[in-house]
T-cell receptor
Framework: QKEVEQNSGPLSVPEGAIASLNCTYS??????FFWYRQYSGKSPELIMF????GDKEDGRFTAQLNKASQYVSLLIRDSQPSDSATYLC??????????FGTGTRLTVIP | KAGVTQTPRYLIKTRGQQVTLSCSPI?????VSWYQQTPGQGLQFLFE???????NKGNFPGRFSGRQFSNSRSEMNVSTLELGDSALYLC???????????FGPGTRLTVT
C-alpha cells in the first residue's frame, strides 16, 4: 500500500522564521517529488519539484530529497503571513498519477 | 500564457443524475490528469490522458470516465451520481507525461 505521510500540523512559525515541512514515502520506486501550496478554497499551486538526491533552491524555498531514507522536505526561509496555507507533498513513479499526502497546514504569525 | 481552465466552476446535481466536467489545458500541454479532492480522502488520482488515450486509472468505480480530444481538451463524466461524489474535481495539465503538473481552479460538485 503506497503511502505518503505528512505531519498534519498545524505548524505555526513567527514571521521571518524558517518553516520546515516534512514528508516520508513508502514506495522505493518513486521517482519525482512535488510540493504544492493550497490556500483555503483554492486549487493546489506547484511551488517546487525535485528528482535527484540533495537540495534544490528556488528563492525562499528549498526542497531536500533523500531517497535512501525515503524522505523529502521543504524549507521556507523568511516566512511571511502570505505563506500561510496547506502544503501538499506528492510523488509519482513516472507516470502522471500524483500520489498526495494529506497536507500540512502552516500558519505564519505576524 | 493562460492557465488551466475548468468549466463549470460550480455544479449542483441530484442523486442518480450524470454530469460532465470540462478541462482545457495550458496551451501546448498534451497530458491531462483528473483528481478528486474531499475533506475525508484528500486528493486522489482519477485518470490520466495523453494523446487522446487513457494511460492510467485510479481506484474509482466505472461510473467515472473521461476522454481527451485531439486539441488536448478533456472531459470527465460521472454517471448515476451518489452523495459521496460531492467533491472538488481538479484537472491538471503537463507538457508531457512525467512532467510537472499544473492545476486548474477546479469544479465544485454538490450532489443532493
Amino acid at each position: 500500500q503506497k503511502e505518503v505521510e505528512q505531519n498534519s500540523g498545524p505548524l505555526s512559525v513567527p514571521e521571518g522564521a524558517i518553516a520546515s515541512l516534512n514528508c516520508t514515502y513508502s514506495d522505493r520506486g518513486s521517482q519525482s517529488f512535488f510540493w504544492y501550496r493550497q490556500y483555503s478554497g483554492k486549487s493546489p499551486e506547484l511551488i517546487m519539484f525535485i528528482y535527484s538526491n540533495g537540495d534544490k533552491e528556488d528563492g525562499r524555498f528549498t526542497a531536500q530529497l533523500n531517497k535512501a531514507s525515503q524522505y523529502v522536505s521543504l524549507l521556507i526561509r523568511d516566512s511571511q503571513p502570505s505563506d500561510s496555507a496547506t502544503y501538499l507533498c506528492a510523488e509519482t513513479t513516472g507516470a502522471n498519477n500524483l500520489f498526495f499526502g494529506t497536507g500540512t497546514r502552516l500558519t505564519v504569525i505576524p | 500564457k493562460a492557465g488551466v481552465t475548468q468549466t463549470p466552476r460550480y455544479l449542483i446535481k441530484t442523486r442518480g443524475q450524470q454530469v460532465t466536467l470540462s478541462c482545457s489545458p495550458i496551451s501546448g500541454h498534451r497530458s491531462v490528469s483528473w483528481y478528486q479532492q474531499t475533506p475525508g480522502q484528500g486528493l486522489q488520482f482519477l485518470f490520466e490522458y495523453f494523446s487522446e488515450t487513457q494511460r492510467n486509472k485510479g481506484n474509482f468505480p466505472g461510473r467515472f470516465s473521461g476522454r481527451q480530444f485531439s486539441n488536448s481538451r478533456s472531459e470527465m463524466n460521472v454517471s448515476t451520481l451518489e452523495l459521496g461524489d460531492s467533491a472538488l474535481y481538479l484537472c491538471a495539465s503537463s507538457l508531457y507525461r512525467s512532467y510537472e503538473q499544473y492545476f486548474g481552479p477546479g469544479t465544485r460538485l454538490t450532489v443532493t
